[in-house]
T-cell receptor, first 113, second 115 residues
Framework: GESVGLHLPTLSVQEGDNSIINCAYSNSASDYFIWYKQESGKGPQFIIDIRSNMDKRQGQRVTVLLNKTVKHLSLQIAATQPGDSAVYFCAENQEDSSYKLIFGSGTRLLVRP | GAVVSQHPSWVICKSGTSVKIECRSLDFQATTMFWYRQFPKQSLMLMATSNEGSKATYEQGVEKDKFLINHASLTLSTLTVTSAHPEDSSFYIC???????????FGPGTRLLVL
């Protein structure tokens, strides 16, 4: 079936460096994508979203890039901090009446002090 | 704004008992709520979509008679795990949206342990 997957299950970065978390999606009908951060024992926290009519969107210290040609999504975190350590999920949604999200498998980000 | 709460945050029960989990949108009216289940080190798996005043729509493979969902008001949805068994032990998370394709706001989750 359709799926959203990630290339790297675990990413370890030095504090202060930039982090890049990748996600591949397979449903060409998806046109809305969201990145979530989940800390241990907590619910997902919205980070940033992007619609398919855009290829880049920036937030505070985060940037999401969308490449529809290769069905690839990435989350860039600038100047990674210890508080960024968490599991990051991408999720996709297609424009239908259900508004369901399909989550990727997740990437754990570890920030080394 | 856009706060979603869940109660309880932790529950331990004996096998065969039923457990009710509440999901509330605190500062907005949620026309649609979603229930997810997450096993350790895994992703969120959608169980069902709940719309206020109507029957929930369950994902393939989710037993509707085992996981009863009620969305009686625009701020409250409940998930009842009936006759719980150890394999139902998981992290249950709800989310809510005010309608349309707006961001889903997630609750803090409920950890269920069935002994």
């Amino acid at each position: 079936g359709e799926s959203v997957g990630l290339h790297l299950p675990t990413l370890s970065v030095q504090e202060g460096d930039n982090s890049i978390i990748n996600c591949a999606y397979s449903n060409s009908a998806s046109d809305y994508f969201i990145w979530y951060k989940q800390e241990s024992g907590k619910g997902p926290q919205f980070i940033i979203d992007i619609r398919s009519n855009m290829d880049k969107r920036q937030g505070q210290r985060v940037t999401v890039l969308l490449n529809k040609t290769v069905k690839h999504l990435s989350l860039q975190i600038a100047a990674t901090q210890p508080g960024d350590s968490a599991v990051y999920f991408c999720a996709e949604n297609q424009e239908d009446s259900s508004y369901k999200l399909i989550f990727g498998s997740g990437t754990r980000l570890l920030v080394r002090p | 704004g856009a706060v979603v709460s869940q109660h309880p945050s932790w529950v331990i029960c004996k096998s065969g008992t039923s457990v009710k989990i509440e999901c509330r949108s605190l500062d907005f009216q949620a026309t649609t709520m979603f229930w997810y289940r997450q096993f350790p080190k895994q992703s969120l798996m959608l169980m069902a979509t709940s719309n206020e005043g109507s029957k929930a729509t369950y994902e393939q493979g989710v037993e509707k008679d085992k996981f009863l969902i009620n969305h009686a008001s625009l701020t409250l949805s409940t998930l009842t795990v009936t006759s719980a068994h150890p394999e139902d032990s998981s992290f249950y998370i709800c989310s809510a949206t005010a309608g349309g394709r707006e961001t889903q706001y997630f609750g803090p989750g409920t950890r269920l342990l069935v002994l």
